[in-house]
């Protein structure tokens, strides 16, 4: 293999330039139906840019926030709900209702948007950025000096990290399982400890793939083992998006890791596929959904629902309620697009701090939810909706600047071959790349995220140098 060519990184980098400064100026300018023109040179170029990617040896940089959530928004906001409105034109219909009208008629009327240019700017400024982060990326033979060599990895650190991983496993489980674990993990502190299970699990799945994939032994396949007995756990504790979204970044760590052939690929796409439908299917279990239907058919049809709702639905009832807010604020005078920053100001130090999440409140305004408050309904209206309540065109740019930061830093992390980097910014994935969330919010979790993983990732690098200091 090799690191990527000059000629065709040039390329790139004009493809999706290109398509972002046209897509700025169909907002700018109100074009209309350009939308397919966009949607499809942006995926083309995607999926070249990934191919690329997984014949280099740059791999990790599939890891990159940059390419990730350019390619979630990509997909889930204009290609998939693009493709459901040609095949289902009408509400599907299943074996015994059809699918809401209200969330068909959403997805019908998003596709074409303005609001879809709007997410497709950001998913090309992605690329764009992106492209030139590789562009500019140390060289191979960099890399390979100061990376680590396999045998520099301490022989306990795999059962330190499957220990982590059951123990997090099992602490999900008790808290919702056991009446203990329900009462304690419910309020106060207890309710904070929860709250750290996540990041902690997103490092020791992270570390785990990691390490496993460079371990020569034949234990190497138990870390998945251990992988797919922690995606359960947490799936029938309740923690489903967020729970898909870190096994699937540590299955995506181990195949980086142990170069994985071209020739496999379209079995690990496949299986990368199966994952998240498979995964949504099974959250139907623990939440006692299945247990309301009587018939084989029944169930099939809640399956299909389902998974009609997740993977188009929901993200096309957010990118609808973003469009009422581009309507009425795209010409917004910039009041307020700094608007963020309070978001990581500790409340312990400003108790009077404004409540970040906000679903229920925006389901009412802008999602015309009437009586969501009272029902405890949310809604989101994307990483876009309040920097564009808040400052307009402007302050949609101003906080793509400002997630640009995070994402370049991450993006050259994974650029030094440093394992504990690589992991770091792995492990923060499902919080950097989570385009389903609202922007000040996602401001004050990715902070919270990383103060918590912070004393694992300096305990990790502590035993790395440690070990190499250690004579044979």
Sequence with gaps: MNTFGERPQILFIFWFSMAWILAISTLIWSLENLNAIFRWAIFCGAVLQLIKLFTSVDRRYILSPFFVIGFITLAFYSVIPSLYGQVFPEPIAYFLTKAPRTSHDHAITYIGSQAE???????????????????????????????????????????VLHFIVYATAILFLVSRWTIFGQAFFSSGLGAEFRHALAPVMSFSSAALAYYSARNTSSLKCFGLVTLFFALGAMIVSGLAATAVFIFLVAISVFLITIKISFGKLPWVFGGAALIIPLSILVTIVPRGEAQTTHTDHALIELFAVKLTSKLVHRQTTSAHCLDGIYKKHRSAESTDPFFFITAIVPRALWPEKPILSRGSE?????????????????????????????????????????????????????????????IFVAALLPWLATFEQHFAEYFGNLVKVIIIMIPFFTALTYLLWRHRKTPA
Excluded at 367 to 374: E, I
Excluded at 382 to 392: D, I, K, M, R
Excluded at 398 to 404: G, K, M, V
């Design 362 to 422: 925006y389901a009412e305004k802008y999602c015309n939810q009437v009586g969501a408050a009272k029902l405890q309904h949310s809604e989101s209206i994307t990483l876009l909706g309040e920097p564009l309540l808040n400052g307009g065109i402007l302050g949609v740019f101003i906080a793509q600047l400002c997630i640009t930061i995070f994402f370049f830093i991450a993006t050259r992390s994974l650029g030094s071959g440093q394992s504990v980097q690589i």
């Design 117 to 159: 240019i709007l997410i497709l700017q950001f998913s090309a400024f992605c690329f764009f950025a992106f492209s030139l982060c590789v562009k500019w990326k140390s060289s191979a033979r960099t890399v390979e000096t100061h990376g680590e060599n396999v045998s520099g990895d301490p022989n306990y650190l795999l059962a």
